[in-house]
């Protein structure tokens, strides 16, 4: 059974075209490569495989690379999946990550508070 008010219209020939176009302007930063992310200082870790053919290996370097509070765990062997590889690592290592990023933030707070 499906439903026959409110459908979307059906797709055609001009609509991979405008999706394609549109991904391409979203992701367009003008100026120097990358300097956007400089911007970005909120703490973030970045995960990946070192096989991964999905998200490329090297799209998380440029990010550790360009973001200033930026961690990279890169596993070995391993692909887009790598945490579900590597869980018990992966567990470990997101509590340590967030656990600092709480002391980051604190400290931040307390000394914005003397």
Avoid: C
């Avoid at 973001?67 to 692909?79: G, H, S």
Wanted: a negative charge.
């Amino acid at each position: 059974m499906s439903r026959t008010e409110n459908r979307d219209a059906p797709i055609n020939d001009k609509v991979a075209p405008a999706q394609i176009a549109a991904i391409g302007q979203w992701g367009a930063h003008p100026g120097e490569r990358f300097a956007y992310l400089r911007g970005i200082t909120q703490p973030t870790l970045v995960v990946n495989g070192n096989h991964d053919v999905i998200v490329y290996t090297v799209n998380s370097l440029y990010l550790v690379q360009n973001m200033p509070n930026a961690k990279l765990i890169l596993y070995p062997d391993a692909n887009h999946g790598s945490w579900y590889e590597y869980h018990e690592d992966f567990v470990f290592e997101t509590n340590r990550f967030l656990d600092e990023s709480d002391k980051i933030a604190t400290g931040t707070t307390s000394a914005a508070a003397d």
